[in-house]
T-cell receptor, first 108, second 117 residues
Framework: GQSLEQPSEVTAVEGAIVQINCTYQ??????LSWYQQHDGGAPTFLSY????GLEETGRFSSFLSRSDSYGYLLLQELQMKDSASYFC?????????FGSGTKLNVKP | GAVVSQHPSWVICKSGTSVKIECRSL??????MFWYRQFPKQSLMLMAT?????????EQGVEKDKFLINHASLTLSTLTVTSAHPEDSSFYIC?????????????FGPGTRLLVL
């Protein structure tokens, strides 16, 4: 099976940089995705890592290290609208398995 | 592009009734659609994977006779919660992976909130 762990909550101030970690256990997977979900809304896709290393998409970057079973999402120049829950998800055999989610609180 | 709709967005029903939720990919064809359930302040739990024209694959612990999934076309999948009970109250979200393009990408619908009284 798959298991993914994330910190439950992170708080940061506007304009800062924050890193949300994801550690996982799996017998194999194709890649690691990150999703954002605002309260009451559906998840939206942020980033996907098929290979080790850093993927950058605007203010968001995602990193994967298969040898360490670890990934992270990096958010730069935090804005109030970034307050949301963030989920990592493993993509494996045409399925997605989600982590427990991290609630990001951005304060002015 | 890549829009997925769900209908209804909100449903309240009496215990024992059945509820059907539709998931449509509006501007792309979806080989695979996924159904998730999310309880408040919790993660998304994959319920089942449906492929057009074939039977859905259910995750362990999900009753296939209670949660009926039909993937009738490349743009439509339905989830029917049969004989709903209060414990089935949850946020149900579908997602779709495009038939062409990145298979590891999934686009989510807006979700359906089900309240069973």
């Amino acid at each position: 099976g798959q298991s993914l762990e994330q910190p439950s909550e992170v708080t940061a101030v506007e304009g800062a940089i924050v890193q949300i970690n994801c550690t996982y256990q799996t017998s194999g997977f194709y890649g690691l995705s990150w999703y954002q979900q605002h309260d009451g809304g559906a998840p939206t896709f942020l980033s996907y890592n098929a290979l080790d290393g850093l993927e950058e998409t605007g203010r968001f970057s995602s990193f994967l290290s298969r040898s360490d079973s670890y990934g992270y999402l990096l958010l730069q120049e935090l804005q109030m609208k970034d307050s949301a829950s963030y989920f990592c998800a493993l993509y494996n055999f045409n399925k997605f398995y989600f982590g427990s989610g991290t609630k990001l609180n951005v304060k002015p | 592009g890549a829009v997925v709709s769900q209908h209804p967005s909100w449903v309240i029903c009496k215990s024992g009734t059945s509820v059907k939720i539709e998931c449509r990919s509006l501007d792309f064809q979806a080989t695979t659609m996924f159904w998730y359930r999310q309880f408040p302040k919790q993660s998304l739990m994959l319920m089942a994977t449906s492929n057009e024209g074939s039977k859905a694959t259910y995750e362990q612990g999900v009753e296939k006779d209670k949660f009926l999934i039909n993937h009738a076309s490349l743009t439509l999948s339905t989830l029917t919660v049969t004989s709903a009970h209060p414990e089935d109250s949850s946020f149900y979200i579908c997602s779709a992976s495009p038939a062409k393009g990145l298979q590891e990408t999934q686009y989510f619908g807006p979700g359906t909130r089900l309240l069973v009284l």
